[in-house]
Nanobody
C-alpha cells in the first residue's frame, strides 16, 4: 500500500503564495499519475491538478490555470502544489491522491481513478 501525507497548509492573505507537499511511503512504487483535489465547505470535492511523470504531462482545473503548478521531486516520492495569487475561493481542504491500479500513461481528473489518498491539509485565504 501507499501512504500519502500532505503538509504546509495554513492561513494566508489574498494574493499570497503557498506551497503544499505530499510525501509517499510504504512501498517502492508511489503511484503514477498523482493529483491534488480540494473540498471547500459545503461543496463537493473537486479536481485541482494532476501530474504524470512517465509521459511528462500535467493538467489543471480551469479555476487554477496560470496560478498553480504541480511538480515532483527526482525520487518520484514527493509531489508539490505551488499556489500563487491565492483567492478567498481557494479556501478548502486540499487532498493528495495517487493511482496504482489504473493506466500509468493517463491524466485522470475523476477522483474515482485514484485509489490512495492523504488525510488532507487546510488552506485558508482570508484578510
Amino acid at each position: 500500500q501507499v501512504q500519502l501525507v500532505e503538509s504546509a497548509g495554513g492561513l494566508v492573505q489574498p494574493g499570497d503564495s503557498l506551497t503544499l507537499s505530499c510525501a509517499a511511503s510504504g512501498r517502492t512504487f508511489s503511484g503514477n499519475p498523482r493529483a491534488w483535489f480540494r473540498q471547500a465547505p459545503g461543496k463537493e470535492r473537486e479536481f485541482v491538478a494532476a501530474i504524470n511523470r512517465l509521459v511528462r504531462r500535467t493538467t489543471y482545473a480551469e479555476s487554477v490555470k496560470g496560478r498553480f503548478t504541480i511538480s515532483g521531486d527526482n525520487a518520484r516520492t514527493t509531489v508539490y502544489l505551488q499556489m500563487h495569487s491565492l483567492k478567498p475561493e481557494d479556501t478548502a481542504i486540499y487532498y493528495c491522491a495517487a493511482s496504482t491500479s489504473g493506466s500509468h500513461d493517463s491524466l485522470p481528473i475523476d477522483q474515482r481513478e485514484y485509489d490512495y489518498w492523504g488525510q488532507g491539509t487546510q488552506v485558508t485565504v482570508s484578510s
